[in-house]
């Protein structure tokens, strides 16, 4: 009754308790052929028996097309292997006590078992008199006929929904190959997988496990937390659960049903299934040992030959996919870390409030070209009015090459600027342009360099722009200027004109805003347009905390494809300004 195969074939033939035009017109068939009250087309599932096709029932089994097995003599059918024919089922000692005589006023049977193309019995075809009758040979040979051809359809169907399911596995590794493509990192991965399933004969569960030197740990999608995946989260190489066995013994491992769990499996993993409601898994190593992944369904499973081959081809997907989302991570990681050693920690400068912000670009390595900087000036004496460096710089690119000629640049500068005793910004540039003249630096880079001075209880700002987007900046009176003097990018060449300074009076309440292109610059917009929208968000949000300033400006940011770098660096002059 509960033979995987047989069930699949019936789910296959998508019939159920409900009425199918094709089912009933076999069974009027029958009743005209044959002459009886009523007639049935039975399908036994693992628990009841369904009629799809039916004519003649009344009253309230009919309604619900469908009884207990305990009302049932297609069981029977199904049982031998072959057709039922009783002329007084009250007097046969294997139907006299069937619910089905009183209930169902069956008396009289013949049923004809209804195969598919593998030989399961999935029901009958019968016939039902409610008197005593002895079937002709005629009646048997026709009813025989009929249920041959009726069992054809059933094959027609089962096959059309196989070849549908052959297209969808087809569907399903064309959306595998692109989506598991895209996976962002582990956990990503996961839900990308999970998503990639649908439909009823799909896996409720699909698990990936991941091998270390210990074992198996499970990769768990915070979003979709199952009980199980937290308190199994890590499998010894030697547990006995379906997942380890295909690790240590590298090979597809499926458990049709929950008998094959029990039989061949530990009663942790049992109770790990049964807490999930799922009674059958396939376990596919990923190439290279590099973990499992698993499939669980919630009943009973059977596996057509393509089913397996398309999951074992996801399988190798999964483990590309791991390999790169791991070599990604491991890339990051050194990014970030290069990033954190390159950024400035910025100084604590009475009279001054600081804050900085660096978005990488986000296809690139978490790191680029771009930077800011901020250090004071030695002092003589404690007595010595405090100076302050600043600079935001871009050098051409945004990888990791990038970066290390933007840490050298950077370095470099902030010695031009110590070696002078000027300490001014254009001497230090100009010092820059002969070192990229000399060394192989690259295409070359924009920056503002410049310095904060306080005097007589202001501050003035001295700097000097080679290419770079202007400095904005707000003064409570007169709302936000575009610092726009500049000289030529840092390209190095020999006949470079010298740079120069310039210099401008920084009012209490002032805020000053570096940044670099990423900030302002769109595909779709003019820099114009964008340099105008950021100095109309600095003009709304000059008076508010400069983190949430920061977070304005960068407000839409992480929506743009293939963004630039972004590094600011804004300076807020206190009201006393001291």
């Known amino acids: 009754m509960k033979d995987p195969g047989r069930l699949e074939a019936l789910r296959l033939a998508g019939l159920t308790a409900a009425a199918d035009p094709g089912m009933d017109r076999f069974a009027r068939l029958v009743t005209r052929l044959l002459h009886v009250p009523v007639s049935l087309v039975s399908l036994l599932e693992a628990d009841r028996q369904v009629f799809p096709g039916m004519v003649g029932m009344s009253g309230f089994w009919a309604a619900r097309r469908e009884t207990p097995l305990t009302h049932s003599f297609c069981q029977h059918v199904v049982a031998d ?87 969808d596995h087809a569907g399903l590794l064309l959306r595998a190959s692109v989506e598991l493509a895209h996976a962002r990192d582990l956990t990503d991965l996961t839900r990308r997988l999970r998503h990639l399933f649908q439909g009823p004969a799909e896996p409720a569960f699909v698990g990936l496990l991941l091998a270390d030197s210990q074992g198996l740990w499970r990769v768990i999608d915070p979003e979709d937390v199952r009980p199980v995946e937290t308190a199994i989260d890590h499998l010894e190489r030697d547990a006995a659960f379906p997942s380890a066995l295909a690790m240590r013994e590298q090979r597809t491992v499926f458990v049709p049903d929950r008998t094959g769990l029990l039989r061949g499996f530990g009663p942790e993993a049992v109770a790990g299934y049964d807490s999930l409601g799922l009674e059958s898994v396939m376990c596919v190593p990923l190439p290279n040992r590099r973990g499992v992944l698993t499939w669980c369904w919630s009943r009973p499973h059977v596996l057509a030959p393509t089913e397996e081959a398309v999951l074992t081809t996801v399988a190798g997907y999964v483990s590309q996919a791991v390999e790169r989302t791991r070599f990604v991570a491991n890339r990051l990681s050194t990014a970030e870390q290069l990033q954190a050693a390159m950024l400035t920690e910025l100084p604590d400068v009475p009279g001054l409030d600081m804050a900085a912000l660096y978005l990488p670009a986000a296809d690139q390595d978490m790191v680029g070209g771009d930077w800011y900087d901020a250090y004071p000036l030695p002092t003589a004496s404690p007595a010595t009015r405090p100076a302050l460096m600043l600079s935001i710089g871009d050098v051409i690119g945004h990888d990791v090459q990038a970066a290390t000629v933007m840490g050298q640049i950077r370095s470099m500068l902030r010695q031009a600027s110590l070696d002078d005793p000027a300490h001014s910004p254009a001497t230090a540039l100009n010092a820059i342009d002969r070192a ?21 209880n202001r501050w003035r700002l001295t700097w000097s722009n080679a290419g770079h987007p202007p400095p904005l900046l707000h003064t409570p009176d007169g709302g936000v200027a575009s610092l726009d003097d500049h000289d030529l990018i840092l390209l190095g060449t020999s006949d470079d004109p010298p740079r120069h300074d310039h210099t401008r009076d920084l009012p209490p309440g002032s805020v000053l805003l570096l940044y ?63």
């Open 436 to 456: 990229i003249d000399t060394l192989p630096l690259g295409l070359g880079a924009t920056a503002v360099h410049a310095r904060l001075d306080l005097d007589d």
């Open 81 to 167: 292997g072959g057709p039922l024919v009783l002329s007084d089922a009250r007097v046969h000692p294997r139907t006299c006590a069937s619910l089905a005589i009183p209930d169902l006023d069956v008396i009289a049977y013949a049923g004809m078992p209804l195969t598919d193309a593998d030989g399961h019995i999935l029901g009958s075809l019968c016939a039902i008199d409610h008197r005593p009758r002895e079937w002709t040979a005629d009646e048997l040979h026709d009813l025989e006929d009929l249920t041959a051809a009726c069992s054809m359809e059933l094959r027609l169907r089962i096959a059309s929904e196989l070849i549908q399911r052959d297209r």
């Open 516 to 578: 670099t292109d990423g900030l302002v610059e769109r595909r779709d917009a003019d820099i114009d347009a964008g340099t105008a929208h950021t100095a109309a968000v600095l003009a709304r949000h000059a008076d508010k905390p400069l983190p949430l300033l920061l977070d304005a400006l960068a407000k839409g940011l992480a929506e743009i494809p293939q963004r630039d770098d972004v590094a600011v660096l804004v300076v807020r002059v206190s009201e006393d300004g001291r």
